[in-house]
């Protein structure tokens, strides 16, 4: 006969609920009647409740992202989107599956890639734990988006790094304020000096 595991809740003398993992298996006559059942009850509260906080930590930490006001997206180590929000399909005009497996290179603008491939590579040896940069992506549409990057690493309890977290401001209209500023204070200057 095959033993049967169930695991079930069930309430305590003390009034308290706890897990158990049931286990049981009949034995047999040789007519094929029950002689008797054998069974096994282990309390398995603790584990329980650990797969439970572990899941609820899991499903808070994917709500966070999935609803970040800021674009965030999880990348391999070798820089492929691996998990992006809905922020950053917006800002960068994208559907998330059009981000999935493809590289940051991709839509980074490519004066940026040499200062970003910097910053990566001293995040990956070390040297830094994390970074925070003014980068520019190309749209899905073709034009530019200014955007401030925070980036770090995952490492593994050996140090191994696992995998990025990048977390993605849209700054355009701040960088457009910026340029309008500093065409007008050109103008004002050159006036100035002309008086």
């Known amino acids: ?56 930590s899991r499903e808070r930490f994917e709500k966070i992202v999935k609803y970040a006001p800021a674009g965030v997206a999880l990348l391999s180590t070798e820089g492929k989107c691996i998990n992006v929000n809905q922020s950053l399909c917006s800002i960068l005009g994208y559907k998330e599956e059009e981000l999935l497996n493809t590289g940051w290179q991709t839509y980074t603008y490519p004066d940026d890639i040499g200062k970003s491939e910097e910053m990566i590579g001293l995040l990956m040896t070390g040297k830094i734990d994390n970074y925070e940069m003014e980068k520019r992506y190309i749209h899905q549409q073709g034009h530019i988006i200014w955007v401030l990057l925070c980036s770090s690493l995952i490492r593994d309890v050996d ?25 007008t204070i050109s103008i004002l200057n050159r006036q100035n000096d002309q008086l």
């Open 159 to 183: 140090g191994k790094p696992l995998y990025a977290i990048a977390q993605v401001l849209d700054i355009t209209g701040r960088k457009e304020h910026e340029a309008e500023r500093e065409k």
């Open 1 to 56: 006969d095959i033993p049967s595991r169930l695991e079930v809740r069930m309430l305590t003398k003390s009034g308290q609920y706890k897990w158990f993992e049931t286990g049981g298996k009949r034995q047999w006559y040789e007519n094929n009647r029950p002689v008797r059942m054998i069974g096994s009850l282990l309390d398995i509260t603790e584990k329980k409740e650990s797969e439970i906080r572990l899941r609820e």
